[in-house]
């Protein structure tokens, strides 16, 4: 089929057709040509219309193969574009109706429509549906309106089946979420067999166009989990066997909460040889259950246990928990006097929190009544005389043996003995802080050394430290008695202690006993032996060989240390006072059948104990920081290159704003540096506000710790350990405002950080500015504040010199008139009419600091008296003499002669 329409410049034909078209079949196809028949090139728009709201679904169902930029046509052009419909399978058959429309800008009042129609027809698989047979149950059921199924009950399904195919076909019914026997299907009964017999067939048979009913038992076993159920519902046919056709059937298994408990046996002996009893529990509903079991009785006279404590039942299962009990008071196990009958209950309770409900949390399982049970309490007297049979007998038998111990056999061993060796605290700095020790030891008169070292390592520059105790080359010098003596006792004990621990806080005390103390004292008075056994205690403060004064020789990491203790089995005791004879000394320092003590060499001592103390930390010090950062003044004045000037004290001006003398550049610095021993270097530099650097860096830098020579004039460590800087001078000598910055370098290992602080800004202020002289025609305005003139009544104006000598100034001003000015002196005009006049001289230096002086100018009328002229130069007016006391006789200036004068009304002007 061929379309045409065209008007006189654009033609449309359209060839094919789309009736019949199938949904989910290959693409329908149309061919459009157009044809520029005008003289012009024409860029054509070619499009899709649905003429209906049914129809637009073609615009996501069509497609041209060409667009619009390539529809570009030169005169007698033919082209051809083809129209594709895709429809998809769920399309609605039907018919649709659209246009084919054309137009170009160029031709504009030609536009082309063309109305065309699309049929679609039904999908091969929409015919096989509609021969599907069809299901209903009954009840209707979903998932918000599921059937209520209670425990052991039975849900009956109605199934009708229809059967719209012109086949006769049988249909079967299958439930595959269930087990089998959990549901039963019964299909109607045969009456074609035989007249008056029933008979039940396993399938459904139904003619074209018949309808029938299977009907579906769902009989879940009584102890089934509780909860919600969808199984699916199949039917199969018989003929077409690849159809299936599902059904979802919904019920809610209602929950039972049924419990039983039961105590075997009821009553109970105890004591007995089986004192348990057995608690039977049974899950009889379809829940699952958390249980917890106790027991009491009213006057808490036993204790339960019961094993398990927890039970976990799954619906319908029994369990058996073992119960024993036991007297709660101890002695009521050994000693009863009368026997007592005790009623018990056991109670069975929900271990958690188990609502059975999904909406009404408040519900709980249902609990068994309590379980009653009996216990024969039997009294309990023999073991009564066993006991104290028995306690006696064990304390006669221990009194013995101590007493053989103490009399034949111990005797107090004289090997010195380390009780106590420690350190006050874990952790040392290495600098400034050196190692604290102290130790306990028993019987210090046998001590012959003690050796304190590093363990299991090898400390550059650190040795074994070794004290000698006891020594007769040492005697008088650091003696240390015991004067703590018992009456009736002998208990003198002298030790001889070396130089090494001058230092050290040595003492002799007592060694802690036990609760037989006071035996063990009377049976040594008894045997003329010490009362009581004496310890050494010393508490180093600084270990010669591993710290100087101001610091640890240890580096940093974690060390143990060693104390070792020899001891000579001879008594090396030595006098007390520095002159006993030798005689004496030789018998106390010597025991029977013994070498005097002198004889004896060092060689003979041995080694008694030793103790370990590990885990010593000797940690970094502490990195620098900055305590204090400031400028040594809040203000500062450049500094006068010119020599000084005497000037009377009368005039020298006073600043506009000045306040006290500030100090004079370059501007200084203090600060103060805590742990200054890993300083490397220090920098002091200044900023301008804007960021900029208007003071040169002045680096230090710390060699081994050592002040560099920049600092020594002005720094100090002191005992505090900390580096303290005062009046330290910058490189900031020119005016302006400084905010200065500390920056401290310190380095260990390898790292290097650095800190720094930030002083308040600072200021350097410019010289005042001095107005050293101010004259009027040579006369001081500081001398003479007030200047008078006698002038000339004809004269309009009149002239003045003002010269100056001035300082530090950057800018001059003259008041009222002119203003701003340069040089040292000018030429000043002022009207010659009588009164006062006050000039005022104004100085600025660039801080903008102002100094002033001023002058009063007083003007009189001199008098003139009507002479005649003499004869002279025309026009000329001799001067009259100057009255006496007047300005002019004073040397101030006559008034001037007519003669040269200015213009009336001509202004004060200044040269």
Not at 50 to 68: I, V, Y
Not at 496 to 502: C, G, I
Request: hydrophobic share 40%.
């Amino acid at each position: 089929m061929v379309v045409s329409n065209s008007l006189h410049n654009l033609r449309l034909d359209i060839q094919g057709s789309t009736l019949g078209a199938k949904s989910g079949s290959d693409p329908v196809e149309r061919v459009i040509t157009i044809q520029n028949r005008g003289q012009e090139i024409a860029n054509v728009e070619l499009w899709l219309k649905p003429t209906d709201a049914q129809s637009e679904p073609l615009l996501q169902w069509s497609l041209f193969d060409k667009s619009d930029a390539e529809l570009t046509l030169e005169p007698d052009e033919r082209i051809d574009v083809t129209l594709s419909f895709l429809i998809p399978l769920q399309a609605e058959p039907g018919f649709y109706s659209y246009e084919i429309r054309l137009r170009s800008p160029q031709y504009p009042n030609e536009d082309l429509r063309r109305s065309q129609q699309l049929q679609v027809l039904p999908s091969a698989q929409e015919v096989r549906l509609r021969n599907e047979p069809k299901i209903t149950l009954d009840p209707v059921t979903d998932s918000d309106h599921p059937y209520q199924l209670q425990a052991g009950g039975t849900f009956a399904i109605a199934v009708t089946v229809e059967n719209p195919s012109r086949r006769t076909d049988r249909f079967f019914l299958t439930c595959p979420d269930l087990d089998d026997d959990w549901y039963s299907v019964i299909y109607p009964e045969n009456t074609a067999i035989a007249a008056g017999k029933l008979s039940y067939t396993d399938g459904l048979e139904l003619n074209p166009g018949e309808q029938g009913i299977i009907r579906c038992q769902i009989h879940p076993p009584q102890h089934a989990p509780a909860g919600h159920y969808f199984p699916l519902l199949r039917l199969h046919s018989k003929v077409r066997t690849e159809l299936m056709l599902l059904k979802v059937v919904y019920f809610v298994l209602v929950v039972s909460d049924r419990l039983t408990a039961d105590l075997t046996p009821k009553v109970q002996s105890l004591p007995s040889p089986d004192p348990g009893f057995q608690l039977a529990l049974t899950n009889q509903g379809n829940i699952q259950r958390q249980l917890w079991l106790e027991a009491w009785d009213v006057e808490r006279q036993l204790q339960y246990r019961f094993t398990p404590a927890e039970v976990s039942l799954a619906p319908g299962e029994e369990k058996v928990a073992g119960l024993t009990l036991q007297p709660r008071r101890w002695w009521h196990r050994i000693w009863r006097l009368r026997d007592r009958d005790i009623d018990f209950e056991v109670l069975v309770d929900n271990l958690l929190s188990q609502p059975i409900g999904e909406t009404d949390d408040a519900l709980q399982p249902a609990l068994p009544e309590p379980v009653t049970g009996k216990v024969l309490y039997k009294a309990q007297r023999r073991w009564l005389f066993r006991l104290l049979v028995l306690i006696l007998g064990l304390g006669a038998a221990l009194t013995l043996l101590w007493l053989i111990w103490e009399f034949f056999i111990w005797r107090p061993s004289l090997k010195p003995s380390i009780v106590e060796f420690s350190t006050p605290q874990e952790t040392y700095k290495e600098e400034g802080e050196p190692i604290t020790f102290s130790w306990e030891i028993t019987n210090p008169e046998r001590i012959t050394r003690l050796v304190l070292s590093p363990k299991d390592v090898q400390i550059n520059g650190v040795d074994d430290v070794v004290y000698r105790l006891n020594d007769s080359a040492i005697e008088g010098n650091f003696p240390l008695t015991d004067d703590s003596t018992t009456e009736g006792a002998s208990s003198d004990i002298e030790i001889l202690l070396p130089p090494d621990l001058d230092n050290a806080n040595c003492t002799l005390e007592e060694t802690k006993a036990g609760f037989l103390s006071p035996l063990l004292k009377a049976y040594r008075w008894l045997l003329r032996k010490p009362l009581e056994r004496q310890s050494l205690n010393c508490q180093v403060a600084q270990v010669a060989g591993l710290a100087t004064e101001t610091r640890t020789l240890l580096e940093e990491g974690k060390y143990a240390f060693e104390l070792e203790v020899f001891w000579d089995r001879q008594l090396r005791t030595a006098a007390t006072t520095q002159g006993s004879s030798e005689e004496a000394r030789s018998q106390r320092l010597r025991l029977p059948g013994r070498a005097p003590a002198a004889d004896r060499s060092a060689s003979a001592d041995r080694l008694a104990d030793r103790a370990v103390l590990p885990d010593v930390v000797i940690a970094a010090p502490d990195l620098p920081k900055i305590l204090a950062f400031s400028t040594a003044a809040t203000d500062y004045q450049v500094a006068d290159g010119n020599a000084p000037t005497a000037v009377n004290e009368a005039d020298q001006p006073t600043a506009t704003g000045a306040s006290a003398v500030p100090a004079i550049a370059p501007v200084q610095l203090d600060w103060t540096i805590a742990n200054p021993s890993e300083i490397q270097a220090i920098q002091v530099f200044g900023l301008a506000p804007d960021g900029s650097v208007n003071a040169q860096p002045i680096t230090f830098e710390f060699v081994e710790g050592q002040l560099p020579s920049g600092l020594l004039p002005y720094c100090s460590s002191g005992t505090t350990g900390q580096l303290q800087c005062e009046n330290v001078p910058t490189t900031a000598t020119k005016v302006g405002e400084y905010t200065f910055y500390l920056r401290v370098i310190a380095g260990r290992d390898g790292t290097v950080e650095a800190i720094a602080e930030q002083a308040p800004m600072v200021a350097i202020k410019p010289l005042a500015p001095i107005i050293n002289s101010f004259q009027v025609d040579g006369n001081s305005a500081l001398e003479q504040p007030r200047q008078v003139y006698s002038l000339n009544p004809n004269l309009e104006t009149f002239k003045v010199l003002l010269s100056w000598e001035i300082e530090n100034a950057t800018k001059i001003e003259l008041s009222p008139a002119p203003g701003e000015i340069e040089g040292d002196s000018i030429v000043y005009t002022l009207s010659a009419s009588p009164g006062a006049e006050t000039i005022e001289l104004r100085v600025t230096n660039e801080a903008g600091e102002v100094a002033t002086r001023s002058v009063v100018i007083e003007k009189t009328e001199a008098f003139m008296p009507e002479l005649a002229l003499p004869f002279g130069a025309p026009g000329e007016v001799p001067p009259p003499p100057p009255p006496p006391g007047s300005a002019g006789a004073a040397g101030n200036p006559l008034p001037p002669a007519l003669e040269g004068l200015e213009p009336v009304g001509a202004p004060p002007q200044a040269d």
